[in-house]
């Protein structure tokens, strides 16, 4: 709490810069053969192709294909934020 205050004060001061953006948020699933890790970076890895300035991601669920009784494709369901110009 006293690092929140000590951070409001200079804020407030003005010695701190507020910045203000946009941030626009696409969901996207991801898919691997080998693990959610991957199917996650494989989603930002599509996305960065076409949107600039990614900010974050954050991973909203995790499914995947069972055949035969073993996973045989990992699947991420992933909502990516980027800053809108």
Partial sequence: MIKFLILLEKILSGGYEILTMVVKIIELVGSSPTSWEDATKEAVAKANESVKDIRGVD??????????????????????GFVVE
């Fill in 59 to 80: 991973v909203v669920a995790h499914t995947a294909v069972v055949k035969d009784g073993k996973i045989t494709e990992y699947r991420a369901n992933v909502k990516i």
